[in-house]
């Protein structure tokens, strides 16, 4: 199983984008779904996560402005993120926790975007 993510760029403050993370097959079960970030000389912190159910909870810092969203479908998770703001600037990670068999705990990480947002 692998995350691809996508969607990062250069944008001016204020604007948005929207990033995707794509499972590449289909998870025995999954329990939360989560974007996450890390800016130069900081540790990663948590931005935004989606459970199983669709419940959705955000960094304080974010609230407001980004929306996390899932389509099962397609097997992506979403994260739109609008009023970006130069602290907005990060390489952005998806990570799933859940479970490849009714046994074995997963927790995979995609590759990191990144988003930088000028002033």
């Known amino acids: 199983v692998q995350l691809q993510a996508s969607g990062g760029g250069l944008v001016q403050a204020g604007g948005s984008l929207k990033l995707s993370c794509a499972i590449s097959e289909r998870i025995f079960k999954i329990n939360t779904l989560g974007w996450y970030r890390q800016a130069p000389g900081k540790q990663r912190e948590t931005v935004a996560i989606?459970?199983?159910?669709?419940?959705?909870t955000y960094t304080d810092s974010v609230k407001g402005r980004f929306t996390v969203s899932r389509d099962n479908a397609k097997n992506t998770v979403y994260l739109q993120m609008n009023s970006l703001k130069s602290e907005d600037t990060a390489v952005y990670y998806c990570?799933?926790?859940?479970?490849?068999?009714?046994?074995?705990?997963?927790?995979?990480w995609g590759q990191g975007t990144l988003v930088t947002v000028s002033s």
């Open positions: 989606i459970t199983s159910g669709g419940s959705t």
């Open positions: 990570k799933v926790d859940g479970y490849s068999d009714p046994w074995t705990h997963l927790e995979l």
